[in-house]
T-cell receptor, first 113, second 113 residues
Framework: DQQVKQNSPSLSVQEGRISILNCDYT??????FLWYKKYPAEGPTFLIS?????DKNEDGRFTVFLNKSAKHLSLHIVPSQPGDSAVYFC????????????FGKGTKLTVNP | DSGVTQTPKHLITATGQRVTLRCSPR?????VYWYQQSLDQGLQFLIQ???????AKGNILERFSAQQFPDLHSELNLSSLELGDSALYFC????????????FGEGSRLTVL
């Protein structure tokens, strides 16, 4: 069973517009969520995280929103840039990160110039 | 550069064989994690070591084993290889035993023919 789901395998947006990547989870014990970005031939790199005590966390052009009641989080990238083209993984863990990270399958974002 | 080094980068072998993947964590990081990424799959957690001790276990097959040495480098041993073991194997490290933000290596791509 997939505890972290990224239902959109791919997303294409125009440069300068907003990119919204979505993630749903089923495990109500998850309380720490992260987004990772992965370029081809590289390992995933940490992008932004959010604890379940918050509903929003912002870092520059990247904002993560958490809706606990809906078990849903989203990553907003504004404005999108061609360099943002990558695969984005949503990940979650229980007990503030003391348990293993569970990853989604990823969403491939393409930002067109 | 995440500071996590994985070798080899690519490996091609035959079914039934045994291979060893090696990982050197970032300087100062005590935790090492192994993840498997198969085609169209997310990152599947295999196992975590913290300061030489096994800390958490995921969906790791009995044919697979790992260890972390006193110098904190880790090895993942895959034996009796099957076609389905073909995947990208990522190593990640973190400072403590709490998962949180992980730093990933570039991965070892294993192809079993």
């Amino acid at each position: 069973d997939q505890q972290v789901k990224q239902n959109s395998p791919s997303l294409s947006v125009q440069e300068g517009r907003i990119s919204i990547l979505n993630c749903d989870y089923t495990n109500s014990m998850f309380d720490y969520f992260l987004w990772y970005k992965k370029y081809p031939a590289e390992g995933p790199t940490f992008l932004i995280s959010i604890s379940s005590i918050k509903d929003k966390n912002e870092d520059g052009r990247f904002t993560v929103f958490l809706n606990k009641s809906a078990k849903h989080l989203s990553l907003h990238i504004v404005p999108s840039q061609p360099g943002d083209s990558a695969v984005y993984f949503c990940a979650a863990s229980e007990e503030g990160g003391s348990e293993k990270l569970v990853f989604g399958k990823g969403t491939k974002l393409t930002v067109n110039p | 550069d995440s500071g996590v080094t994985q070798t080899p980068k690519h490996l091609i072998t035959a079914t039934g064989q045994r291979v060893t993947l090696r990982c050197s964590p970032r300087s100062g990081d005590l935790s090492v994690y192994w993840y498997q990424q198969s085609l169209d799959q997310g990152l599947q957690f295999l196992i975590q070591y913290y300061n030489g001790e096994e800390r958490a276990k995921g969906n790791i097959l009995e044919r697979f084993s790992a260890q972390q040495f006193p110098d904190l480098h880790s090895e993942l041993n895959l034996s009796s290889l099957e076609l389905g073991d073909s995947a990208l194997y990522f190593c990640a490290s973190s400072v403590g035993s709490i998962t949180g933000e992980l730093f990933f290596g570039e991965g070892s791509r294993l192809t079993v023919l």
